[in-house]
């Protein structure tokens, strides 16, 4: 079963970035497919983004309306990492952030499609 550390929150004025980290462990780390959330109206956890597993260092990226154009996901399963660029944030991107694994090739959207899930990690975005 693979584990997660997530870190890399902050601090950080409206406008700037900061970029969050997903380390994983186990074997089979490449095979999951890693998902980042954060809490929402009306949710425990709305989805963000996501990447697929892949054999290599990439991997196909989908993202919330709210982040589309801002925000990155790269994996390089060498390192066992997924990281999240977010770039331009503003007050309304503050929250916990949480990587999330699924040990199948696709991403889901909901947050109930993830088994495994990191502690958090906060970001403050300050106007």
């Given at each position: 079963?693979?584990?997660?550390?997530?870190?890399?929150?902050?601090?950080?004025?409206?406008?700037?970035?900061?970029?969050?980290?997903?380390?994983?462990?186990?074997?089979?780390f490449?095979s999951?497919?890693?998902?980042?959330?954060?809490?929402?109206?009306?949710?425990?956890?709305?989805?963000?983004?996501?990447?697929?597993?892949?054999?290599?260092?990439?991997?196909?990226?989908?993202?919330?309306?709210?982040?589309?154009?801002?925000?990155?996901?790269?994996?390089?399963?060498?390192?066992?990492?997924v990281?999240?660029?977010?770039?331009?944030?503003?007050?309304?991107?503050?929250?916990?952030?949480?990587?999330?694994?699924?040990?199948?090739m696709?991403?889901a959207?909901?947050?109930?499609?993830?088994?495994r899930?990191?502690?958090?990690?906060?970001?403050?975005?300050?106007?």
């Amino acid at each position: 079963q693979v584990q997660l550390l997530d870190s890399g929150g902050g601090l950080v004025q409206s406008g700037g970035s900061l970029r969050l980290s997903c380390a994983g462990s186990g074997c089979t780390f490449g095979s999951y497919a890693i998902a980042w959330f954060r809490p929402a109206p009306g949710t425990d956890r709305a989805f963000v983004g996501g990447i697929t597993y892949s054999t290599g260092c990439t991997g196909t990226t989908s993202y919330a309306d709210s982040v589309k154009g801002r925000f990155t996901i790269s994996r390089d399963n060498a390192k066992k990492m997924v990281y999240l660029q977010m770039n331009s944030l503003k007050p309304e991107d503050t929250a916990v952030y949480y990587c999330a694994a699924r040990s199948t090739m696709t991403i889901a959207t909901n947050e109930a499609g993830y088994a495994r899930w990191g502690q958090g990690t906060q970001v403050i975005v300050s106007s």
